[in-house]
Every structure is written in structure tokens, then in C-alpha cells.
């Protein structure tokens, strides 16, 4: 799952991801991200930081307190400011700063 | 001082240590320079000189002693200094000199020679006394013998005039101004601070500064600070008070407060300068909020961008013909140079408001710079890169930015030096810091520029129009040196080019390999 408010950000991931062995799904609204979640069975979330209402660091701390998504890996990507002590804090399994090597991200999404 | 940084033998530490207890206990300044390494650094400096100065050993280690002297490099003791050091004779002279805080001191100098076993002279040692006081004397004692019968005479006029002087500046001042007694009370105040703190002269004249209003002005360390004003001739620099004042609110001043003087003497009294700096903060912290939001803001399409140039590549790289090869790499050059110069915008964003993160770990120096040299042959193959020295030692460090001030300063030298062909890097070792040195042939810069060219978004008037930059470089990398406990400093003569040197302290510890 991949989860960013800027939906540009989201399909290009999405392409990247193609010619991967992952299995992708996206979501814009980090509202709606949590129920997904429960729903989907999703394994691992690729997580913006910086998002309107509902930020990346409130979803990490939701998840890391509720039990039946204990086996959710995140991996948050961000642009902002001190975000990777903000992702890690909260929770996170790692973090990529934006912008990033697309060989990056897979190759540190798939040690997750 | 680490033992370690003379040679000496084992069974000799004990007398060293003595030596270096008796130096550090001296109250008279000592330095050394070790004159066979380039422009004559001082690699040792005493507790005493540190004081002396005001500056930290970490900021005079490596320097030129030179930059004592500020501006007034006219000075004709500073000629006979420079015809004793190059003849490698001792001499005795009195010099200008300024400390840290901008504040003039005369330095009665002793310099001697130390020989080598060939007779080459190694080192010079420097003994140094603050002779302000005698020098003072001295001049006051010249000044009132010739002056006195005059004087008398022109007294009254003369207070007068002055009078008429000072009342128009401090009344043409957009500054509150007040004229304090040794006991802290007011004499007197400018229209400004009437108009500032919305008061009447009634409400001010005659009452002491720290019941002025509702206590705005009753703190302990304000209070310390004025009354040692007169007895220690210490100002008050940049005092904030951050306070919710009566009939204007909450505002944020800024206080400076200096012994007045007048006519080249004294007076018994303090002038306190208090501005209104709220809006000024506020436009501050604005200000660094939008550089971290248009940062993350210019970011974000960027990655979609990177992203998508990256795929392609995977995608169609290899069948490409030459010159559309050649146009996609220049693309990539200048997504990745777009990146780099948003990432200043956010560098200088978290250096103003205090966060900027260091990753320290033991580096191997030599190799860090010479990988730097190597990248930076390839990016500008204009300029051949001369490298001179080596380290030999690990210093303590976050690789990507001082990775980043070494491309800043060599980027630079090459930037200001477009007709030459060459630019020099030299690396040694002075005392405990690792000091590195980037020569250009090029511009040079003008002596008013060389102390504000550090300041962000500074660049030197007349160059600004002929070269790009937003005039952010030299401020990121000597944050970055700060940050690391070094110095960054650069000489230059116009015409003839710029060094930018730095120093780093060397680690102390063996690298840790885990």
C-alpha cells in the first residue's frame, strides 16, 4: 500500500512498482488509510509524512498501537524537515528521503 | 594541548606536563607558529592568550596572527614585525590589536626565533601583554599635559557644541535611547523612547531603570551586566527582553548598552539603546517557515520527476542513439543540481532555526577529500585541482556535509577564477585540528566583503552580476564548520585571488570499526 496526498507522487510509484515482484495498491486520502488497512490484509505501507487532516505520523502512531496490524512493515518517505527522527519516533521500520533513487526505494522496500 | 602533538619521549611527559601547567598558568599571552608551514600559523596558544584575545583556541589555531590587527594592516609596527619574521630576527614592539568582541587592545609583542638544529628558523614564539592600560595612561597623560591651558579656554564652548551634537543625534535616532548614572538611574531619554513605550518624561527622568513601568526592566543578569558596565568597560551586546509591556503589550526588545565616551575619554555613564525587534522576529521566523515549506513544496514534483526520468532510462537507456543519450545525461545533470540547490534552501532553513543535525563518525580526511578532488576534476575540467599534503589521521565528522563545504569552497574558486587554469588544495596538520586550505588566482575579494561574505544571501556587489548563485554556499559551510567545532576564514587580496581555509579537530580516538 501506498499512501500520499499528492496523487502525481502515487503513480509514479505505482509504475515503478510494476516490473516488481510487489503487489500494489494506493490510497490519497490518509483518512480512509487505516480501514484499508484492515481490510486489504496489506503487508507493507509506503507512508507520506506531510499530509492535510490526518499526517503520516499520527497514522504510524495509530497503527503501532493497534494489535491486529502488528505485522505491518511502513516505510515512510518524506521531503519535510526532520522527518526521518519524526518517522523513526513514531515508529517507523525505515525511511527514504524524497527524492530518492527509484533503485533505492525497491531495493530497501524489499529488505523491509 | 595534547602531549601528543610535539615529539617527546615517554620519560619526558612528566617535565612536559609541568611545562604546559606552567604555560597555561601564566598571565602573560604565549603563542607559537610554525613558520615552515604556509602563511606561518600559530599551532599553540596559552590559556592566558585565549583570555587576552577573547578568542577560543579552536578559532586561532591555524590562523595568521594578522587577523588580530582587523583592519589596520597600515600600521608601521606591523611592517617592522613582518622585517623581523622574514629575517628571522627577535623584536619587541607595541601593536594594535583587536579582540573578538571588536574591542582595540595594544599588545606589547616579544617575538623570538627558534633555530633548528640547521639553523633554520622553525617556529617563532610570541609573548604578549595587554598594555591598554599603560598605553592609555600614557596617551592621557601626553593629551592632558598639552591640552590643559587650552581647554580651560575652550571648555565651556566646547561642552556646549558637543551638547547641541549629541542631542541632535539622539533625538534623530529610530532608537529609544537612555543616558544612565552609575547608580542606574535615568538623566535622560530620547523622543523615540517616549514614543516607543508610549511614556512621558515624568514617568522616566530621575527613577531608576529597573522600576521604569511594570519591572519590564528588573532582571537579574540586565542588571549584573550595567553594573559592571562602568567598572569593567564591558558592554552590553544584544540583550533580549521579551516582555508584555504596559500600554503596548507583549514585544520583543533588543538592548545594547555602552560606557559613554567622549572627546577620546570616559564619562561615568551608560547610554542604553533599547530597539523594538517583534516584528523583525516575526518576520524571522516567517521567513524560515517558508524556506522549509517551498523546500518540501519544490521537492515534491521533483521526485515525481526523478522517478519518472529514472524509469525511462531503465526502459529505453540503452537503445537510445548518441545524441539523445547525450541529451538525456545533461537532464539528469540538472535534476540532480535542482536537487542540490533545494536542499541548501532547507540546509540554511534548519540552520536558522537551530537544526541543523550532524551524523558524526570517524572519517579517514585524506581520502574524503581526495574523492572530492576526483569528482570535482571530472564536473570541471577547466581548472586543473592541485592537492599538497596529507593527514595521515581520522577526524570526527558527517561526511555529506563537509562533503559539501569541500565542493562549496572548490566550486567557488573556480567560479571566481574563470581566466586561470589552476587552483590549489593544501592539508595539514596544526596542533589537534586537521586544517585545509583552497587557494583560487582568481577575483579575490574587497576587504569590506571578506567579513560578509558568510552572511546568507551576501554576495559581493560587483560580482553578483556576472556570476549565478544565490549567495547561500559560504553560509551553509561555515555553519557546518562551526558545527563541528572548527573555524572557517578567508584571506585575500583583490586581484590576486581568495583562500578559504578550515579547521577540524582531529579525533582523538582510534576509528571505531564495528
Redo the contacts between chains.
Sequence with gaps: MICDD?I??L???E??MEDTSFVVSTEVDSRKLVKRLHEENIELLLLDL?MPVLSGEDILKTIRTDPALNKLKVMVMS????AQ?VAMDAGANNFIA??????DLIEQLEHL | MKTDQFPINGNEHASFNLLKSALDSSITGIIITDNNLPDNPIIYCNKAFEKLSGYHRSELIGRNCRFLQGRERDQKARKDLREAISKGESIVTEIRNYKRNGELFWNELHISPIKDDAGIVSHFVGVQNDVTRRKNAEENLIFERNAVEQKVKARTEELKANQEYLDGIVQTVRQGLLVLDPQLNVISANDFFFRTFKVENRDTIGKKLYKLGNGQWDIVGLKVLLEQLLPTNNPVLDFEVEHDFPHIGKKLMLLNAHRIELNGKYKDRILLAIEDITEYRAAEVRKDEFLSVSSHELKTPLTTIKGYYQTLNKLIGKDLSPKALNIFEKTGQQIERLQRIISDLLDMSRIETGNLELHKESLDFDQLISEVVTESRNLFPSHQILVQGKLGKTVLGDESQLVQVLHNLISNAIKYSPNEQKISIHLSEVSNFAKLSVTDYGLGIAMEDQKRIFDRFYRASDIQKHFPGMGVGLYISEQIILHHGGTLWVDSEPGKGATFSFTLPIATRKVNHE
Design positions: 499528492d502525481a507522487i503513480e509514479m510509484v509504475i515503478i506531510w521531503a519535510g524537515r526532520d527522527t524524497k527524492p530518492f533513487d527509484i533503485e
